[in-house]
Nanobody, 124 residues
Framework: QLQLVESGGGSVQAGGSLKLSCTAS????????MAWFRQAPGKEREGVVT???????HYADSVKGRFTASKDSAKNTLYLQMNSLKPEDTAMYYC??????????????????WGQGTQVTVSS
């Protein structure tokens, strides 16, 4: 059964950078979709980036140009490089996957495998 483990969260000042990692228990070059979501206190979980099985990435407007997703198949890991961080990026970040689907989705309920989350805090 596929399992996901996130790491790399932390506290930074506005304008700083962090790189999150999501390590999968199975080969990430498999043709299934993955995504990064985030959830701030009192807010709904929102999509940050979806990654199709072919590696195509699609970004939320709020992070476009600042965040970059990438896969390292040798390490079974999906990364999220976050630059020019803003206080509004503060949230718990979750990695998600659906081993049965190739194309990503912006709806959390369409993913059936989730990591435990990693906290990102950006101070002004």
């Amino acid at each position: 059964q596929l399992q996901l483990v996130e790491s790399g969260g932390g506290s930074v000042q506005a304008g700083g950078s962090l790189k999150l990692s999501c390590t999968a228990s199975e080969y990430t070059n498999s043709n299934y979709c993955m995504a990064w979501f985030r959830q701030a206190p009192g807010k709904e979980r929102e999509g940050v980036v979806t990654v199709d099985g072919d590696g195509s990435s699609h970004y939320a407007d709020s992070v476009k140009g600042r965040f970059t997703a990438s896969k390292d198949s040798a390490k079974n890991t999906l990364y999220l490089q976050m630059n020019s961080l803003k206080p509004e990026d503060t949230a718990m970040y979750y990695c998600a996957a659906d081993p049965w689907r190739k194309y990503g989705s912006w709806y959390p309920y369409e993913y059936n495998v989730w990591g435990q989350g990693t906290q990102v805090t950006v101070s002004s």
